[in-house]
Structure formats: structure tokens, C-alpha cells
């Protein structure tokens, strides 16, 4: 059986960081490319690893308290499949009245 093109290579993702995400990151958005294991789904959660991966401590620091969205839906469980092309926005508290 031959694998699918959707089952191989990489999952190419749209992160947009919004408030103090993006201070901690040091970029507005970024384009996270994450590698399917074995064939198998890349997560959320994979794609938050990925993108960690990209920067230092300053979003290390940042990330446990985000919410996220991924194509503009919320993310309750980090372990959703994130197809190619996604966009996965990183929220941090926003504080105000």
C-alpha cells in the first residue's frame, strides 16, 4: 500500500502570536514546519514543541498560560490534529475592562 501525499513528509503551520506572545517571540507570525512521525497525525501539541523549539525562554515562559485557536477554533485538547496549511493562534491573558 502506498502512502497518501498527506501522510508523509511535513505538516506546514501558520503561528500567530498576539500580545505578549509576540514580544516573548520576537516576530508577529512564523511559519512552523512540523515532521509527521512514522506517517502518523501532528498535534497541537506538536506544533506548540515546534515552535518552542524556534526560540529561547522568553516563550518558554509565556506559553504556559496562552489559549490557543487553530483555524480560528479554540484548542481544549492539545493532542487535535493540525492538517497542513492550519493556523494556529497563540493567546496569552489579556487583562483590561
Given at each position: 500500500m502506498t502512502a497518501l501525499p498527506e501522510q508523509i513528509g511535513t505538516v506546514a503551520v501558520q503561528v500567530r502570536y498576539f500580545a505578549g506572545a509576540r514580544a516573548a517571540a520576537g516576530v508577529p507570525e512564523e511559519t512552523v514546519h512540523v515532521t509527521r512521525p512514522d506517517g502518523a497525525v501532528?498535534?497541537?501539541?506538536?506544533?506548540?514543541?515546534?515552535?518552542?523549539?524556534?526560540?529561547?525562554?522568553?516563550?518558554?515562559?509565556?506559553?504556559?498560560?496562552?489559549?490557543?485557536?487553530?483555524?480560528?477554533?479554540?484548542?481544549?485538547?492539545?493532542?487535535?490534529?493540525?492538517?497542513?496549511?492550519a493556523t494556529l493562534d497563540v493567546l496569552p491573558p489579556f487583562a483590561g475592562g
Open positions: 501532528v498535534t497541537a501539541a506538536d506544533v506548540i514543541a515546534a515552535a518552542l523549539g524556534r526560540h529561547d525562554e522568553k516563550l518558554a515562559n509565556v506559553l504556559p498560560a496562552c489559549s490557543f485557536l487553530l483555524d480560528g477554533v479554540a484548542v481544549r485538547d492539545r493532542g487535535i490534529a493540525v492538517p497542513d496549511d
